[in-house]
């Protein structure tokens, strides 16, 4: 198999970061969109006081809930907390991806920060005071009141899932970033210089005085 050649290796080298940065903001776009355009849908045809609507034989509800703390209610009533801290991860995340250097990473990176973004968006912008918006959650499991689990959204689920995607990427052994020069989901490109050493034996020089005798 022949090596690349020192200008295809460059092409690679300039193609994949801004493969990997496609990734990150495609997920993260796919996850804020899901989640803002399910709540304008949810708070247009759902009202609180609804019962909501049951499906899978009562496996699922869709409701309308206004919750005031994080991710599945956790932190009821510290909004504007989570607001700060959700402006912090958000900063911390595009500050890592530009580190990137896995596919996967990618991918897990970008669905955190669409989550973070859509119930951002809700603090931010809904009643009843910006910085103190409650987030709109909708979907609920084994009952319509949130007590069998708690009621979430989209941005939650995207917010799990890239967390939980980023720990089997951990426990595989997948780099977040490598050294600098070669990313780490590309194999290194053997060096020109290393040549294969020949099988063929070399034959040793004859005598000078044993070709003298020959003569």
Do not use: C
């Not at 899978?56 to 309308?64: F, I, K, N, R």
């Not at 995340?93 to 951002?120: C, D, E, H, I, Q």
């Not at 009643?127 to 959204?153: E, T």
């Amino acid at each position: 198999m022949t090596n690349p050649r020192p200008a295809d290796s460059e092409q690679l080298a300039v193609r994949a970061p801004g493969t990997r940065m496609r990734l990150f903001f495609g997920a993260a776009l796919v996850a804020l969109t899901a989640d803002l355009v399910s709540k304008v849908l949810v708070v247009a045809h759902i009202e609180q006081t609804d019962p909501g609507i049951r499906l899978l034989g009562g496996a699922l509800y869709l409701v309308q809930a206004r919750n005031s703390g994080a991710a599945f209610s956790v932190g009821t009533g510290a909004t504007i907390v989570l607001t700060a801290i959700s402006i912090i991860v958000i900063a911390i995340v595009l500050r890592a991806a530009r580190r990137l250097t896995s596919s996967g990473w990618a991918v897990a990176l970008g669905l955190v920060l669409g989550g973070a973004m859509g119930n951002l968006v809700d603090r931010l912008l809904r009643s009843p005071s910006p910085g103190r918006g409650h987030v709109v959650d909708w979907i609920s499991v084994l009952a319509n009141d949130g007590h069998v689990w708690p009621i979430f959204n989209l941005a939650d689920s995207a917010i799990v899932t890239g967390a939980v995607l980023a720990v089997l990427l951990s426990l595989r052994g997948v780099e977040f970033s490598s050294a600098p020069g070669r990313p780490a989901d590309e194999p290194a490109v053997p060096s020109e210089d290393s040549a294969t050493p020949s099988d063929d034996p070399v034959e040793p020089p004859k005598d000078p005085v044993e070709r003298r005798s020959h003569d």
